[in-house]
């Protein structure tokens, strides 16, 4: 057998500590340890929440605005804009304004989800293709682009997978538009 040279997602890092984990900032910055949460009103403290290192901001966050009535106006910053999190203000009928994550297009300087246009059951591509948008059996949402990148004149722009583009729609997708959209406003800033 060999070590593995990668990380295991709940790997224990302490025979002292055995709820300590890595805590990662950046792939090439990292700690071990632990992670404080804190709510705060303007002046006040309103919740604090000890997790292991792994655990991510707004998997956290959600214990933290338990107490507080529905209606707030919740701010953050991007580690708080996973689509979950921003379910779960919608449904508690808060307000999020929190940055959201940066968009990794498939190739540098490409195209993002962004640049694609979703209408009901389909979407289109910045040439114009239009493709159906599929479900799968576990309910993941998914467009093929397929053989139309092949003669496509902007595929360098967009993919370099031999099978052409593929977009797999996040879960809370409309909800991560919005919050894009809302990032670029003069209000938000």
Known sequence: WRIARRTAPDRMVSVVDPESRHVHKT?????????????????????????????????????????ENPGIEVLGNSAYGAGEFRHHLAERGDTAVIKPGPLRPAVDGGFTIDDFFIDGDE??????????????????????????????????RCTTARDGRVIVL?????????????????AFD
Do not use: W
Not at 133 to 147: E, H, K, L, P
């Open 27 to 67: 792939t090439s910055s990292y700690r071990d340890g632990f992670k404080g949460h804190i709510a705060i009103e303007p002046g006040i403290i309103t919740a604090t929440e000890l997790t292991a290192g792994n655990v991510g901001d707004a998997q956290a966050a959600p214990d933290l605005i338990k107490d």
């Open 123 to 156: 979407m289109t591509c910045p040439v114009g293709v239009t493709v159906a948008i599929r479900t799968s059996r576990s309910g993941v949402r998914s467009a093929r682009y397929g053989q139309n990148c092949a003669r496509c004149v902007l595929r360098a």
């Open 170 to 186: 996040h879960q809370h997708h409309d909800l991560l538009v919005a919050a894009r959209r809302q990032a670029r406003t003069d």
